[in-house]
């Protein structure tokens, strides 16, 4: 059994507000919203940074965004814009080590981030 707080979130061990899943992808609300929209995307297989892709995830990692895209659409983020997120190890702020897509809408952000 996997000790991975998202791999719990994707089979269902641990409860989250799901957004979407199928058998590739589940994305649910963030615990600790910084936006009016905060959606976590991640793939239901556990990988823990994006320096982990191995070539057989390519086609993996663009669904990611195609359901990002469509969660958007939904929440309505579409005609002003949103931002993706995905922070890799210390520097970046990484604290959960699956791999996950931040969708944050609902505001303006600031350029350069901090
Ligand atoms: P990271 O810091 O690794 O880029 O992002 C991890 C994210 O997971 C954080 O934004 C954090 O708020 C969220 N998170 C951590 N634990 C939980 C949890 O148990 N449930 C949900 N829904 N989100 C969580
Ligand atoms: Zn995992």
């Known amino acids: 059994m996997s000790e991975c707080l998202f791999c719990k979130i994707a089979n269902g061990e641990i409860p989250a507000k799901l957004t979407f899943d199928d058998d590739r992808v589940t994305a649910f609300e ?4 910084q936006a009016p929209v905060h959606i976590v995307i991640i793939p239901n ?15 993996l990692v663009g ?3 195609m ?10 983020l579409a005609e002003n814009g949103f931002r993706l997120v995905t922070n890799c190890k210390k520097s970046a702020g990484q604290t959960v080590f699956h791999l996950h897509i931040h969708l944050l809408g ?8 901090g």
């Open 30 to 33: 963030d615990i600790n919203p």
């Open 45 to 59: 297989k556990h990988i823990p940074t994006i320096l982990d892709l191995s070539h057989e995830d390519q086609e």
């Open 63 to 65: 669904y990611m965004h």
């Open 67 to 76: 359901v990002a895209n469509q969660i958007a659409i939904e929440k309505s």
């Open 106 to 113: 609902g505001r303006d952000f600031l350029w350069p981030p």
